[in-house]
């Protein structure tokens, strides 16, 4: 019913914010511009780095999920079609990354479990992993149209253990085995 507004200032700066995700009632986190991870513990009144900002436009996290207070991963890209994939276990003290898995910039992520997740981006790309992100495999597609082919997948939601929906550019699909293969969906006009 209302809203207040604020600033998420962190280091004297303001990032543009791409992604956020609340734990709890106090506990979140924030993908933002220039490759940061900001962390409140207060419900948003203050903010900190849990991961630096570089400085540079080029890198941008935009996908954020956390399983509980320590374990969480964020994604976007580390460079023009570099995909970055970050995960702490320790509420965001310590990060470790992987990139460069698919060529292309990451925009979402999910997971249904501490073992099971889903990330997605451009060019129609997806991966899953069985292992709590210690490995990833890409993602295979069915059905989509020439004219989806490429587009940009932004957002991914668990349905149940196995089925999950994503969104983007002119394109919903879904997958029914984890995140393994997709199909198109259709929408009537």
């Known amino acids: 019913k209302n809203w207040t507004g604020s600033y998420q200032r962190v280091n004297k700066a303001s990032q543009n914010i791409q992604g956020i995700y609340f ?3 106090k506990v979140g986190y924030a993908a933002t511009s220039y490759r940061m991870i900001a962390k409140t513990v ?3 009144i203050s ?3 849990s991961l630096d900002a570089t400085g540079s436009a080029t890198q941008v996290l935009y996908g954020v999920h956390f399983i509980n207070e320590n374990l969480g991963f964020v994604v976007g890209k580390d460079a023009s079609n570099v995909d970055i994939i970050f995960k702490t276990t320790d509420g965001g003290a310590t990060w470790t990354s992987k990139t ?3 060529a292309a ?3 979402g992520v999910a997971f249904f479990d501490a073992q099971n997740g889903i990330t997605v981006g451009e060019k129609l790309k997806a991966l899953y992993t069985k292992d709590g992100g210690n490995t990833w495999t890409a993602s ?3 059905g989509v ?3 989806s082919a490429s587009a940009t997948l932004r957002e991914v939601s668990y349905v149940n253990a196995t089925t999950a929906i994503a969104v983007g550019d002119k394109v919903i699909i879904k997958t029914t085995d984890g995140g393994a293969t997709w199909n198109y969906i ?3 006009d």
């Open 105 to 107: 910039n990451l925009r």
């Open 47 to 49: 903010w900190t780095s």
């Open 186 to 188: 259709t929408i009537a």
């Open 42 to 44: 207060d419900g948003g």
């Open 145 to 147: 149209p020439t004219a």
């Open 23 to 25: 734990v709890n009632d």
């Open 100 to 102: 460069n898995l698919v």
């Open 140 to 142: 295979t597609f069915t």
